[in-house]
Structure formats: structure tokens, C-alpha cells
Nanobody, 117 residues
Framework: QAQLVESGGGLVQPGGSLRLSCAAS????????MGWYRQAPGKERELVAT????????NYAVSVKGRFTIFRDNAKNSVYLQMNSLKSEDTAVYYC??????????WGQGTQVTVSS
């Protein structure tokens, strides 16, 4: 019954910006930590950013630190990933993940981000 739906992906030029959204339903969103992961062609899925349930603690992969920002709006049951200064290496399918107090995980279906000139 739990569901995560990503949106906002697309084609963007190097140096451009994009904002991804993840809408949650079917569980108590405000009790769950959230994260964004990505998987590029031929590579393993990797962690991009995480945020705790209250939104006060964030963590980022070294490769995106200073360029990406994760934030959430618990009133809207949504988490976002603001991506700036995009590089071709950021091209991947981006996935939203929820982690509950008992370490149970829910995953979204993914949204494609392509950075190309």
C-alpha cells in the first residue's frame, strides 16, 4: 500500500538545473527518513543524499556536495532534490527511498535524468 512516485526528470544541458519531486502515500511520511539514490548505465546504484524525518539532518555523496540540496515538506508528504551545476556524470535514473523507524524500506519507480549538450 505504501507508494513513492518520482517526477521532474528530463533532459538538461551541462551547467543547468533540475528539481526532482517524490510524493509519498500509504504510510506515516513524517516518521520516515528519506533518501535519493541513482543508477547510471553500467554502474551500481549509489546513494546521493539523505534527510532525517524532521528535516534537520542531511548527508550527501562527495560527488554532489555543494551542487545538490535535499529538502522535505512533511505537510505535503513530499521530498525534493534540487540539482544545480549539472554534469554529464549525473546522468542516471534517480530513485526515492523511505526508511521507517524499524528500518523498513520503500522505493519509488525512478525518474530519468539526462545531462547532455
Amino acid at each position: 500500500q505504501a507508494q513513492l512516485v518520482e517526477s521532474g526528470g528530463g533532459l538538461v544541458q551541462p551547467g543547468g538545473s533540475l528539481r526532482l519531486s517524490c510524493a509519498a502515500s500509504g504510510f506515516t511520511f513524517s516518521s520516515y527518513a528519506m533518501g535519493w539514490y541513482r543508477q547510471a548505465p553500467g554502474k551500481e546504484r549509489e546513494l546521493v543524499a539523505t534527510i532525517n524525518s524532521a528535516g534537520g539532518i542531511t548527508n550527501y555523496a562527495v560527488s554532489v556536495k555543494g551542487r545538490f540540496t535535499i529538502f522535505r515538506d512533511n505537510a505535503k508528504n513530499s521530498v525534493y532534490l534540487q540539482m544545480n551545476s549539472l554534469k554529464s556524470e549525473d546522468t542516471a535514473v534517480y530513485y526515492c527511498k523511505a526508511r521507517g523507524p524499524m528500518r523498513n524500506d520503500y522505493w519509488g519507480q525512478g525518474t530519468q535524468v539526462t545531462v547532455s549538450s
